[in-house]
């Protein structure tokens, strides 16, 4: 059972913690795979590797060894399942100090999907971003277009385009490299139409909105439904 803590910050000012708590009625082993933002392994602060042992009942918290200052950091917390169902409750938690305040967010657990998408003309709070982890040991490609609300479409041909389609006014392809993530703005020199097109085998995809304007902390928008990869229909079998 396989479960991603993304958007983990730290600095001078932040600080991310991965809260792991032990739900059944038998010791549990969880391994919890701490990433930077370009994919390298992070060690645990005071750990010797990687795999912690929760008792019944038990409760965990477990910061990423990061010193520089980074807000892609990530968990892949793994458990061992035993039963029939996993008993591990998995969250996090990142606290940033702002003009003497202390501000705390929650990070909820996300799950990778198959090539996630997120296209919207709706314009999101001014500093929001698309957080994108790439869990997979394979390289994925991510599709960025933003437009100012420019619309074309292609009659005839062979193959006609379904409908209309905005014209970018920026756009670029980006690799992502394994077991690494990237952060991209939902809005760029006034564009009113963001949408994100990525290939890649286990991709987490999240909104991620300023707590306060003018602060670099960012919570979760759960509200936020991205489109994934429409399953093939099996072909009928004749009789």
């Known amino acids: 059972m396989e479960s991603i803590v993304p958007a983990l910050q730290y600095g001078p000012s932040c600080s991310s913690v991965v809260e792991l708590r032990n739900l059944g009625e038998k010791p549990a082993a969880i391994d919890v795979e701490g990433h930077r933002a370009s994919g390298a392994l992070v060690p645990l602060v005071g750990r010797p590797g990687m795999t912690v042992h929760l008792a019944p009942g038990e409760r965990g918290v477990y910061k990423l060894e990061i010193l520089e200052e980074t807000a892609g950091a990530w968990a892949k917390v793994r458990e061992r399942v035993q039963g029939a169902a996993p008993v591990v409750a998995v969250g996090g938690t990142t606290e940033c100090v702002v003009s003497n305040q ?43 277009c933003y437009s100012s609300g420019g619309l074309f479409s292609v009659p005839g041909g062979s193959r006609p385009t379904a409908g209309l389609q905005p014209i970018c006014s920026t756009a670029f392809e980006v690799q992502i490299p394994p077991f690494g993530s990237r952060e991209f703005p939902t809005e760029r020199d006034g564009s009113s139409h963001l949408s994100l097109k990525t290939v890649g085998n286990a991709i987490v995809l999240e909104m991620l909105r300023p707590v306060e304007t003018n602060i670099r902390v960012y919570a979760v928008d759960s509200s936020i439904k991205f489109g994934g990869e429409v399953p093939e229909t099996p072909p009928k079998s004749s009789k």
């Open 102 to 144: 202390l501000r705390t967010v929650r990070r909820e657990v996300a799950f990778a999907t198959r090539n996630p998408w997120y296209s919207s003309d709706t314009p999101q709070p001014q500093g929001s971003l698309l957080s994108l982890v790439n869990t997979s040991e394979h390289t994925a490609k991510v599709s960025v």
